[in-house]
């Protein structure tokens, strides 16, 4: 399938949960009437925030009316579980079928530093374990596995559990394996020490600030372990007077401030660059944090169950 013939799908990879196509005054006059229905339907208000797909014009507008009332008040991390919606069901696996070339092309083209800038990881620590969190098709950590023969293991890790066993057909490198969950719950019950943990393209945009705060620090807690992240970020995003997550872009995922996300979890910085790309601002980070003084060698946990 490809991008044409996906626009046409009754399913849509197209459709992000938050993102819209109005008109301002259309999509004002949305907002205030949604606004004013989630107060006098504050159950599907809650619905919402949980994630529950819009059923109807009604809900739909009670939807506009959250996006409008939380991009004010900075409340956007409670419509964080829309995206997940998303990307747990079938348009992810479409967006993925569709756009595999163009991030195949990307990953060359815009971001071919990153294989040396994880290689340089490897060496600074040792660790030769990875697990790329949101690994979509799983393109990338194949990539990343044929230019990195030092790399043991690659876990790619995904909300969608029937791109999990697309993944799981399609790649035959013995080095990698395929889970499906939710980053969240499954690094705490199934990740162990002396970990790289990667996130490419636009993943932690996704998360809530609160839920990249729980997830840095149980990563944190696995130390000896490392992070590498590439994702985008707001064009107008200052990164040392701005500390707070906000909404950006079409879709509304959020902007983070992943260094002093990352300076407050414990981690050591290595590396940063920035770069940008068709109206993207990219940023590249790799950090470490290390083992901590009452950690023994033989304190690691049992390998990831996939």
Not at 267 to 292: N, P, V, Y
Request: hydrophobic residues 40%.
């Amino acid at each position: 399938m490809d991008e044409k013939s996906a626009r046409d799908s009754p399913t849509s990879p197209w459709d992000f949960p938050l993102q819209t196509h109005d008109s301002w005054p259309r999509r004002l006059a949305k907002a205030a009437a949604g606004y004013l229905l989630a107060i006098l339907r504050p159950d599907i208000a809650r619905k919402l925030e949980a994630g529950a797909a819009p059923r109807n014009r009604i809900e739909r507008l009670v939807l506009a009316g959250l996006v409008a009332r939380y991009r004010s008040s900075g409340g956007m991390d409670r419509l964080m579980p829309q995206h997940s919606r998303y990307w747990e069901g079938e348009s992810a696996v479409l967006f993925h079928a569709v756009t595999e070339a163009r991030c195949r092309d990307e990953f060359h083209r815009v971001h071919g530093f990153v294989p040396d800038m994880l290689g340089r990881l490897t060496e600074a620590t040792g660790l030769r374990s990875i697990c790329e969190i949101g690994c979509g098709s799983g393109v990338v950590l194949a990539e990343l596995g044929s230019a990195l023969p030092q790399l043991r293991e690659l876990i790619g890790l995904d909300l969608s559990a029937e791109q999990t066993g697309i993944n799981r057909s399609r790649h035959r490198d013995p080095r990698l394996t395929f889970a499906h969950g939710d980053a969240c719950q499954w690094i705490p019950r199934h990740a162990r020490p002396g970990m790289i943990f990667m996130t490419y393209g636009g993943v932690f945009e996704y998360f809530a600030e609160s839920a990249m705060r729980s997830l840095l620090q149980d990563i944190a807690s696995l130390a000896p372990a490392a992070l590498m992240l590439v994702e985008p970020i707001a064009l107008d995003h200052d990164l040392e007077r701005d500390f707070h997550s906000r909404p950006y872009g079409d879709e509304l995922s959020l902007s983070h401030n992943y260094p002093r996300l990352l300076a407050q979890s414990g981690f050591t910085l290595l590396e940063r660059r920035e770069c940008t790309d068709g109206g993207l601002r990219w940023l590249a980070m790799t950090a470490t944090i290390a083992r901590s003084p009452g950690m023994h060698a033989g304190s690691a946990a049992q390998p990831p169950g996939v």
